[in-house]
């Protein structure tokens, strides 16, 4: 079964640093375009990474700079480098692969995973 | 304030037909595909819709997708109770900040 798991979030306070991983079955996670997006309470769907099958990554300009995208194709999972957190960050995290051999659509989500900033 | 415009929110009977709108530009919508996702209360997004028209195995014909220049709609007919949750529009943009881009969110009451 083609599943995602999303660990890691939690409540951290500001400037704080936090790592989420989401781990994947029954695909190849490096074989694919994968991406986290994040849902703030109360709010809708807000696109924060994605990394390329070929390793290639971008990021939401929200999150530029202190965020990182990366992989360990040894684990078959993803991960979510959280630095510097802020109030705003605050949010659902999801992980999401996009459908293979298709454009702009993403197929398979996690459940997500919390993450809550504050002091 | 999303990238893509939807209607905060819909309504109709058990039965009746819905369409949502989604409007963008042409970074995004006018030269992408559109994928719309179905969230129920508490359940992360799943999707109904991919490349404009296309629905994944298990979504029902009762879901139906189009676009046209920059605007794209989703379709829903029979409506049912279980049908009620909120609808996202999404796409890739490709101008300088590139990425994926959602609009706000629709609202379905199955009255």
């Known amino acids: 079964e083609v599943q995602l798991v999303e660990t890691g979030g939690g409540l951290i306070q500001p400037g704080g640093s936090l790592r989420l991983s989401c781990a994947a079955s029954g695909f190849t996670v490096s074989s694919n375009y994968m991406s986290w997006v994040r849902q703030a309470p109360g709010k809708g769907l807000e696109w924060v990474s994605v990394?390329?099958?070929?390793?290639?990554?971008y990021y939401a300009d929200s999150v530029k700079g202190r965020f990182t995208i990366s992989r360990d194709n040894s684990k078959n999972t993803l991960y979510l480098q959280m630095n510097s957190l802020r109030a705003e960050d605050t949010a659902v995290y999801y992980c999401?692969?996009?459908?293979?051999?298709?454009?702009?659509?993403?197929?398979?989500w996690g459940k997500g995973t919390t993450v809550t900033v504050s002091s | 304030q999303s990238v893509l415009t939807q209607p905060p929110s819909v309504s109709a009977a058990p039965g009746q037909k819905v369409t949502i709108s989604c409007s963008g530009s042409s970074s995004n919508i006018g030269n992408n595909y559109v994928s719309w996702y179905q969230q129920l209360p508490g359940t992360a997004p799943k999707l109904l819709i991919y490349?404009?028209?296309k629905r994944p195995s298990g979504i029902p014909d009762r879901f139906s997708g189009s676009k046209s220049g920059t605007s794209a709609t989703l379709g829903i007919t029979g409506l049912q109770t279980g049908d009620e949750a909120d609808y996202y529009c999404g796409t890739w943009d490709s101008s300088l900040s590139a990425g994926w881009v959602f609009g706000g969110g629709t609202k379905l009451t199955v009255l």
């Open positions: 490349e404009n028209n």
């Open positions: 999401a692969r996009e459908k293979p051999a298709a454009m702009a659509s993403l197929d398979v």
């Open positions: 990394i390329y099958s070929g390793g290639s990554t």
